[in-house]
């Protein structure tokens, strides 16, 4: 055993000194007595030691002392830091062989420059006390050599990691590697260094004995599939694959599956455009799981690529299937070029497939003199990590010297002349989607025949101009407006409802609407505008017609109120939509249970062009078959045996309709006419509100009770039902769903529909309903029109998504005047008011 003592700034070892006695000096009479005395002293003190610790045990007084847990610097860990790029070694002839990990060219050339990285590092007095070692991964054409260095960082040294910068690692690379290149054993010139920040899970040696693949592409579609494919792949997975093809030509990677654990922190499928996980040379980082109507595409720029999987999550998932294969390479020339048709459309390369990095393409587009031209975007994802869109300094489409970046629902340009330059460019790092778009010649002087013309170069309906939304995404049709007698003016001249003055919301923009709608110092003012008298809030009554005396009162930690969520315990949260939030507010976790729901288990884009939904999209959505009618009413799928509709579906006055044996739904349905994933379940039971009313649609809900439970799937899941206090605001974006008729009077949709709406103000929703809402109702839509649910979505969902991710449903599709008219939006059954008796009719 050894002891260790600090001395004069150096460690030295001591150890302790061990005498061994002969057996003459065992036996000696004088030590005989030294036993005897040492064996009373000895019990002496045993005694002595019972005697306190019976004291400290039983008699000295208890301090309620807290555990001493661990010091600051002991919480700490140590830190591993990798930065990974290429060099290009510009005095050496490519071999074939250089790709091989296991060949003797592979191991020397990689030999060499590991040392020379490593005399680099050691040579710096910061980077050597933390250096690890250095790895080259891989070479390319050129020759270009792939290579990452590991940096360990003690815990007592992590106040050293903010002077861990790209720009130091680089500035030592260029600085001192190529003097270390020329006392090599082959003298390397060495340029074009580059390193960034890496994942140093994605560091990978491919000469040891890990999860690495190297693969060649070619013109046959070949396929890669993640460890334990298609069941789970396991934890801690780390696997690469490296992916070459012939030189002058690039590779295009499908995914036709992809289910990767949904936290991208976690685990990911990372691809570079590069040997490297170099940051700088990334193309696109993924999770989640996608459907097959929107896989992952991405194409390289040149011949090589590299594909990532890390996972780090205690769920596994299935992993991914992808499909590679050799295409023509993108270059300048093979993009672009003089577009002289009247009419047509173009895309950014290889749409919808991810474009390629580093690259610029141009389009002429020419039409005859005396005409304009005018683009119109129907898709625009150009999105980047941490990219300024007003600035656009990576990935853009310029037009008429402005750059658009990011990702934008609508895009409309027009010229100032015959002609348009449309410039599109990519950087050397991440891509996306891109674009596609239309165009067409204009006539000037009547760019709209009968609509009017947007300054943005759209063309929109004569009845949307000045009144009071921003059709035109630029305010063109808002603007010089006379006001109707039922607007009101805004001091930016701007025509508004007047029902929408003093509501609380700054419709006009400039805050005028609002400005003459103070309460007296001693009221307070309701969400919908009105004043109460400032006793009556927070008093636990509805003095609002709104409910907003009530719903943000900062009430005694437990006091339960009707705005109060309320635990199973008995004890109450007083906090807004507490409710599957993600956050355990109740002290019994109650408030999470039941939550697996409201999730989409495929991934989708926010924008995927036009209204069709997209296959898993809206997996709650149900479509109800009566008889031989086809497709009748919607309904949300609230369990695996319970549906939830509209009253009015089932027609109490026809028994026929509330025949459970006359209907059959269909629950993962996307196309009417495609049955593929769809399951199909008779009813059981039927159960109308006993409160319904037929002439005035209140208490417009119905419950439906399943012949057979339903199997959860990517594409059939439920949707979280709200608590009686959850609050959806007035403005709050919400979806509604169904295969209704695409217009008044049409004939029904055969692809899911889907459409966003707001929320309207209660007040307002009172107003243009002529007083005949209910406390049970909730208005939806656009009051300008143009949006809105119709027939055949009755019975369906309006649901909208909260901060945690969830989505609930806030409403069922009840009624309205005709669809999507001027000032009628469409009137929900409001989930919240009538949420206990679906709780205690299904036990959901």
């Given at each position: 055993m050894g002891s260790v003592a600090y001395d004069n700034g150096n460690y030295r070892e001591r150890h302790e000194q061990v005498t061994f006695l002969t057996n003459k000096e065992k036996m000696s009479p004088k030590r005989k007595t030294g036993v005897v005395v040492g064996v009373l002293l000895a019990l002496l003190v045993l005694a002595i030691v019972a005697g306190v610790l019976i004291w400290l045990f039983l008699f000295k007084p208890k301090e309620n002392k807290q555990p001493e847990g661990p010091t600051a610097s002991q919480q700490r860990s140590a830190t591993t830091l990798v930065y990974s790029g290429h060099m290009e070694l510009s005095n050496l002839k490519y071999s074939q062989a250089l790709e091989d990990p296991t060949s003797s060219e592979f191991k020397n050339l990689a030999d060499d420059i590991e040392e020379i990285l490593e005399a680099t590092y050691k040579n710096d007095p910061f980077f050597t006390k933390y250096y690890n070692k250095s790895v080259v991964s891989a070479?390319?054409?050129?020759?270009?050599?792939?290579?990452?260095?590991?940096?360990?960082?003690?815990?007592?040294?992590?106040?050293?990691?903010?002077?861990?910068?790209?720009?130091?690692?680089?500035?030592?690379?260029?600085?001192?590697?190529?003097?270390?290149?020329?006392?090599?054993?082959?003298?390397?010139?060495?340029?074009?260094?580059?390193?960034?920040?890496?994942?140093?899970?994605m560091a990978r040696n491919p000469r040891a004995k890990e999860c690495f693949f190297k693969l060649e592409a070619n013109a046959q579609v070949q396929t890669i599939e993640s460890p334990g494919y298609p069941k789970r792949y396991p934890p801690k997975t780390r696997c690469q694959w490296q992916i070459r093809a012939p030189p002058n030509t690039a590779i295009h990677m499908k995914f036709p599956f992809f289910h990767v654990e949904d936290d991208c922190s976690n685990d990911f499928v990372y691809i570079h455009d590069s040997l490297s996980p170099d940051e700088s040379q990334a193309v696109t980082k993924q999770c989640g799981?996608?459907?097959?109507?929107?896989?992952?595409?991405?194409?390289?720029?040149?011949?090589?690529?590299?594909?990532?999987?890390?996972?780090?999550?205690?769920?596994?998932?299935?992993?991914?299937?992808?499909?590679?294969?050799?295409?023509?390479?993108?270059?300048?020339?093979?993009?672009?070029?003089?577009l002289s048709a009247k009419s047509g459309n173009f895309s950014s390369p290889h749409f919808p497939s991810f474009y390629p990095p580093a690259l610029d393409c141009n389009w002429t587009i020419q039409v005859p003199a005396g005409q304009k031209v005018r683009v119109k975007f129907t898709m625009f994802r150009m999105k980047e990590p941490d990219v300024d869109?007003?600035?656009?300094?990576?990935?853009?489409?310029?037009?008429?010297?402005?750059?658009?970046?990011?990702?934008?629902?609508?895009?409309?340009?027009?010229?100032?002349?015959?002609?348009?330059?449309?410039?599109?460019?990519?950087?050397?790092?991440?891509?996306?989607?891109?674009?596609?778009?239309?165009?067409?010649?204009?006539?000037?002087?009547?760019?709209?025949p009968d609509k009017f013309a947007c300054a943005s170069g759209i063309c929109i309906s004569m009845e949307l101009k000045c009144d009071g939304w921003n059709d035109c995404g630029d305010m063109s049709d808002e603007r010089q407006c006379s006001c109707d007698a039922d607007q009101f003016s805004c001091a930016n001249g701007m025509c508004k409802p007047r029902y929408w003055v003093c509501d609380r919301v700054?419709?006009?923009?400039?805050?005028?609407?609002?400005?003459?709608?103070?309460?007296?110092?001693?009221?307070?003012?309701?969400?919908?505008?009105?004043?109460?008298?400032?006793?009556?809030?927070?008093?636990?009554?509805?003095?609002c017609s709104?409910?907003?005396?009530?719903?943000?009162?900062?009430?005694?930690?437990?006091?339960?109120?009707?705005?109060?969520?309320?635990?199973?315990?008995?004890?109450?949260?007083?906090?807004?939509?507490?409710?599957c939030n993600r956050e355990k507010d109740c002290a019994d976790g109650s408030d999470e249970l039941n939550c697996d729901c409201g999730v989409r288990p495929y991934k989708h884009n926010r924008i995927v062009g036009g209204q069709n939904a997209d296959i898993g999209e809206w997996p709650w959505q149900v479509s109800l078959h009566f008889l031989t009618s086809g497709h009748v009413c919607g309904a949300s799928i609230i369990s695996k045996t319970w549906l939830l509709s509209a009253a009015h579906c089932f027609q109490p006055g026809n028994p026929d309709y509330h025949d459970p044996q006359n209907w059959q739904t269909y629950s993962g349905m996307h196309d009417q006419f495609t049955q593929d994933g769809v399951q199909m379940r008779k009813l059981k039971t039927i159960?109308?509100?006993?409160?319904?009313?037929?002439?005035?649609?209140d208490y417009d809900i119905a419950l439906l009770e399943l012949a057979e439970p339903l199997e959860f799937t990517n594409t059939i899941h439920p949707i979280c039902l709200p608590d009686r206090t959850h609050v959806f605001?007035?403005?709050?974006?919400?979806?509604?769903?169904?295969?209704?008729?695409?217009?008044?009077?049409?004939?029904?949709?055969?692809?899911?529909?889907?459409?966003?709406?707001?929320?309207?103000?209660?007040?307002?929703?009172?107003?243009?309903?002529?007083?005949?809402?209910?406390?049970?109702?909730?208005?939806?839509?656009?009051?300008?029109?143009?949006?809105?649910?119709?027939?055949?979505?009755?019975?369906?969902?309006?649901?909208?998504?909260?901060?945690?991710?969830?989505?609930?449903?806030?409403?069922?599709v009840s009624w309205g005047e005709g669809c999507a008219r001027r000032n009628k939006p469409g009137v929900y059954s409001r989930v919240t008011k009538l949420r206990d008796w679906i709780r205690a009719t299904t036990g959901v």
């Open positions: 070479f390319s054409e050129g020759v270009m050599a792939y290579h990452w260095t590991q940096f360990d960082v003690p815990a007592a040294d992590l106040e050293q990691l903010p002077r861990f910068t790209q720009e130091r690692v680089i500035q030592v690379l260029r600085s001192g590697i190529r003097r270390e290149g020329k006392r090599s054993a082959q003298v390397l010139i060495i340029k074009d260094i580059t390193a960034s920040a890496t994942d140093p899970r799981q996608r459907p097959p109507s929107n896989p992952l595409e991405v194409v390289s720029s040149s011949n090589i690529m590299l594909v990532n999987l890390i996972s780090d999550s205690e769920i596994q998932r299935p992993g991914f299937k992808g499909e590679y294969t050799v295409i023509p390479i993108s270059t300048a020339k093979s993009c672009g070029g003089l869109v007003r600035v656009c300094n990576k990935d853009y489409v310029e037009v008429m010297g402005k750059k658009y970046c990011g990702e934008r629902s609508s895009l409309a340009l027009s010229s100032d002349t015959n002609t348009m330059l449309v410039k599109f460019h990519s950087d050397e790092s991440y891509t996306d989607k891109g674009f596609m778009a239309v165009y067409n010649a204009y006539d000037p002087k009547n760019p709209c700054n419709d006009c923009g400039d805050g005028s609407d609002e400005a003459q709608c103070s309460c007296e110092g001693n009221e307070w003012k309701c969400e919908d505008g009105s004043c109460i008298s400032q006793d009556l809030v927070c008093n636990g009554k509805n003095d709104d409910g907003s005396d009530e719903s943000s009162c900062s009430q005694p930690s437990g006091t339960c109120t009707d705005f109060t969520f309320k635990c199973q315990s008995g004890t109450c949260v007083n906090k807004a939509n507490a409710e159960i109308n509100s006993p409160d319904y009313n037929q002439m005035t649609f605001p007035p403005g709050l974006p919400c979806w509604v769903t169904g295969w209704g008729t695409l217009r008044e009077g049409g004939r029904t949709a055969r692809i899911l529909q889907k459409a966003e709406v707001k929320i309207i103000n209660d007040t307002v929703c009172n107003v243009v309903t002529e007083g005949q809402v209910t406390s049970r109702m909730l208005c939806s839509g656009f009051l300008a029109g143009g949006v809105d649910a119709c027939q055949g979505d009755s019975g369906g969902p309006l649901v909208c998504r909260e901060e945690s991710g969830k989505w609930f449903q806030a409403g069922i």
